[in-house]
Antibody
């Protein structure tokens, strides 16, 4: 059974950093591109970043370029999202998801990032 | 960036009713993907490559369209279909989602 378990969310001050993790199991992690997708409270879905299976390619939406870094450790079946210079508009539940022919095929349960003053 | 506009934003339907959700793209896309999300849960893939049902999706659902206009149809609404449905495109980065259509039970 495919499982994706995100962790690392929490309350953070604007301008600070946070690193999210996504632990994968139940499939050959290193064979799949992986994505981070976020959902602001009561809002829709927004793709954030992607990484190729070998980590040779990374892709970001413009609003997070230069601030967020996606990476993966295939030997440990783990996906990461390093978020620096956080802004209040980054408040959201962050999901990791696999990618195959049906699109974003499997999603984790999400980890919530909020801001404190 | 390709903007996907879903309509209507909310549908209130009775069991047995036919329901159609529309997704319009600001530029032509090759295919559209649909996801279902229920309250407190993660989204699930629902329809891929415009018209193919993901595993476990009831065949009362169907998808169609081309170019800039796509739709998801439920032939006969059932209680379990109440959810938010999002369309999504892979044709051009950044990969974008529609704003969602909330399907409520009357």
């Amino acid at each position: 059974e495919v499982q994706l378990v995100e962790s690392g969310g929490g309350s953070v001050q604007p301008g600070r950093s946070l690193k999210l993790s996504c632990a994968a199991s139940g499939f050959t992690f290193g064979n799949y591109a992986m994505h981070w997708i976020r959902q602001a409270p009561t809002k829709g879905l927004e793709w954030v970043a992607s990484i190729s299976p070998s980590a040779g390619g990374t892709y970001y939406r413009d609003s997070v370029k230069g601030r967020f870094t996606v990476s993966r450790h295939n030997a440990e079946n783990t996906l990461y999202l390093q978020m620096d210079s956080l802004r209040s508009e980054d408040t959201a539940t962050y999901y990791c998801a696999t990618h195959d022919y049906i699109g974003f095929a499997f999603w984790g349960q999400g980890t919530l990032v909020t801001f404190s003053s | 960036e390709i903007v996907l506009t879903q309509s209507p934003t909310t549908i209130v339907a009775s069991p047995g009713e036919k329901v159609t959700v529309t997704c319009r793209a600001s530029s032509s896309v090759s295919y559209i993907y649909w996801y279902q999300q229920k309250p407190g849960a993660s989204p699930k893939p629902w329809i891929y490559d415009t018209s193919n049902l993901a595993s476990g999706v009831p065949n009362r659902f169907s998808g169609s369209g081309s170019g800039t206009s796509y739709s998801l149809t439920i032939n006969t609404m059932e209680t379990e279909d109440a959810a938010i449905y999002y369309c999504q495109q892979w044709s051009s980065s950044p990969w974008t989602f529609g704003g969602g259509t909330k399907l409520e039970l009357k």
